[in-house]
């Protein structure tokens, strides 16, 4: 069997007849950006599986627009933590009946897979279709993160809680977390699942997760309401990441609107108050890079991190932005780092294998390799394209995988978990490109 082969093997025994879940045991739910990338994947060989899998993540979309990062199809399921029941977001009366789902939300990355899906089969009817019966909502996505989530109405939408960014234990939240005074009190008891199957090494750490779980009760109490978090959270971060993809999303919005014939006005307004507030707000000078910004605290997160190189895909870097961030990358792959590691290789808080310290991450590369590829850094982006396909053909389909060189010649495998779906993914979309 083929490395190819065995990817489309994981993907199909990762599909749980409607929808994808990223491994076994460790995710065995349907998550927000995973299927997005999962969508992207399939499409090459299975594009009705892509449609589908789109449809059922909307089938946890809440009335006020919001997209679950969770949708549990299954409520037996008990090998997760923090299930279904923990998240009780029938708190909000506007969760949905039909399936349960978390009460946070994650990179939205539907816009540009839309547009992608819609470029490779521009006459299917079927992809055609679910992109008219999808464009409303992922709008109404949009809306509920500018209108619950933007309180400054800077077009620039804040997290409440690290799982939303994707990046959950970056270094860039740690001064922030470290700020929440943890009592007895204020989180209730809960167990762990994920130590139980993955390395303890490699997850984040206990003190790390009982913030967590006190930011996730902080949102049941405001019955997952933005505006009631934004008077008390004290984590409020303007996710440098996450505004990009939002605005590389509306871009795509925008384009597939105006050939469907569709009124894109609204669309058209807040991407220009996100465009005109980007730069400002996220480029630091010092650092020569993007990075996120404390709402809470009105201060820029200076740490170089992956996140601040995602501005590349949404074209909002300028010439010499774009060639500040390009020198800094070829430097770690010239000191012998696997592109891209998702924290800054010189810091002492990087670390290469636990999480979003320091690993390279197969869905970042994905999104890497077009940013480069929109600034005409072709040579770089072939390596990061590279990277990861012989990260995966050495170590196998893990989650997350090692970034110094040194150290990958003396493993067998990846980190996190096995048999992961993204990882498949990104795998056959940038084969398919060979």
């Given amino acids: 069997m083929s490395i190819s082969d065995e990817a489309r093997a994981i993907l199909n025994h990762n599909w749980k007849e409607a929808f994808t879940i990223p491994t076994s045991k460790l995710y065995p739910f349907q998550w927000m950006w995973d299927s997005g990338f999962v969508a992207l994947g399939n499409r090459h060989d299975n594009v009705e599986r892509s449609i589908e899998e789109i449809k059922s993540m909307f089938t946890g979309q809440w ?6 990062h969770i949708v549990f199809h299954s409520e037996n399921e008990d090998s997760y933590f923090p299930n279904h029941d ?20 994650q990179p939205p990355v539907y816009g540009f897979v839309l547009e992608s899906l819609l470029s490779s089969y521009p006459n299917h009817p079927k992809v055609i ?33 690290p799982w939303e960014s994707g990046r959950d234990n970056s ?20 167990i762990r699942k994920d130590t139980a199957i993955s390395d303890n090494n490699h997850r984040p750490t206990q003190d790390k997760y009982d913030r967590y779980v006190f930011l996730l009760e902080l949102g049941k109490k405001h019955q997952y309401d933005g505006i009631g978090i934004a008077q008390e959270s004290p984590f409020l971060i303007q996710d440098c990441m996450m505004n990009a993809i939002l605005i590389r999303s509306n ?7 105006e050939a469907f014939g569709i009124d894109t006005e609204e669309l058209k307004s807040w991407q220009a108050l996100s465009r005109s507030n980007f730069e400002s707000k996220f480029w630091n ?16 997160m200076t740490h170089k991190e992956i996140g601040g190189y995602i501005p590349l895909f ?80 050495k170590l196998g389909f893990y989650e997350y995988f090692e970034s110094k060189k040194s150290h990958v010649e003396k493993l067998t495998t990846g980190y996190g978990g096995n048999n992961f779906s993204w990882t498949a993914s990104t795998y056959l979309d940038f084969k398919s490109k060979i």
């Fill in 251 to 257: 871009e795509a919005l925008i384009q597939i609107g």
């Fill in 285 to 300: 000078e010092d650092l020569a890079h993007f990075v996120s910004y404390d709402l809470r605290n009105e201060k820029q």
């Fill in 314 to 393: 949404a074209g909002l870097a300028s010439q010499s932005q774009a060639l500040s961030i390009k020198s800094y990358l070829q430097s770690v792959h010239d000191r012998g780092y696997y592109l891209c590691p998702s924290f800054d290789v010189d810091s002492p808080l990087f670390d290469s294998k636990r999480y979003w310290r320091g690993p390279v991450w197969p869905q970042m590369n994905w999104m890497l390799y077009h940013g480069l590829k929109k600034y005409n850094f072709d040579k770089l982006a072939q390596i990061v394209k590279s990277d990861f396909i012989e990260l995966v053909d």
């Fill in 63 to 68: 009335e006020n627009g919001m997209l679950p």
């Fill in 129 to 161: 279709n679910l992109v008219r019966e999808c464009f409303p909502k992922v709008v109404h996505y949009h809306q509920f993160l500018y209108q619950y989530r933007d309180p400054n109405q800077e077009g620039l939408f804040f997290i409440y809680h």
């Fill in 86 to 105: 923990f998240w009780n977001c029938h708190v909000n009366q506007g969760a949905p009946v039909s399936v349960k789902t978390s009460g946070i939300t």
């Fill in 171 to 190: 270094p860039i939240w740690d001064e922030v977390m470290s700020n929440i005074k943890i009592t007895k009190e204020n989180i209730p008891p809960y």
